[in-house]
């Protein structure tokens, strides 16, 4: 069972910074592609920020030159720096991972509970 685990959410003034993390567990053989995507009230789930295992990375629009994606291949975790949060940043962020689990050939897209960023005017 491969499991994803965001922490570092919270409540911040805008201008202000935050740093998530996400470490993924279990029987994993290898990872692919993490991202970072968030769901603010009423709106559908968009990406964020991903990252390749060799370390492309892409960002929506709306956080380029604020938001800084990177992982630990060793440590099987991602990580998003949020700076300058304005409060449109507001929402449930969630990761997510496409894992290749032990014993298994094919990889297979996870995705962790959530953590709550608040960015407050």
């Known amino acids: 069972q491969v499991q994803l685990v965001e922490s570092g959410g919270g409540l911040v003034q805008a201008g202000g910074s935050l740093k998530l993390s996400c470490a993924a567990s279990g029987s994993i053989y290898s990872i692919n592609a993490m991202g970072w995507y968030r769901q603010a009230p009423g709106k559908q789930r968009e990406l964020v920020a991903a990252?390749?295992?060799?370390?492309?990375?892409n960002y929506a629009d709306s956080v380029k030159g604020r938001f800084t994606i990177s992982r630990d291949n060793a440590k099987n975790t991602v990580y998003l720096q949020m700076n300058s949060l304005k409060p449109e940043d507001t929402a449930v962020y969630y990761c997510?991972?496409?894992?290749?689990?032990?014993?298994?050939?094919?990889?297979?897209?996870?995705w962790g509970q959530g953590t709550l960023v608040t960015v407050s005017s």
């Open positions: 997510n991972a496409d894992v290749r689990p032990e014993y298994y050939s094919d990889y297979r897209v996870r």
């Open positions: 990252v390749t295992r060799g370390g492309s990375t």
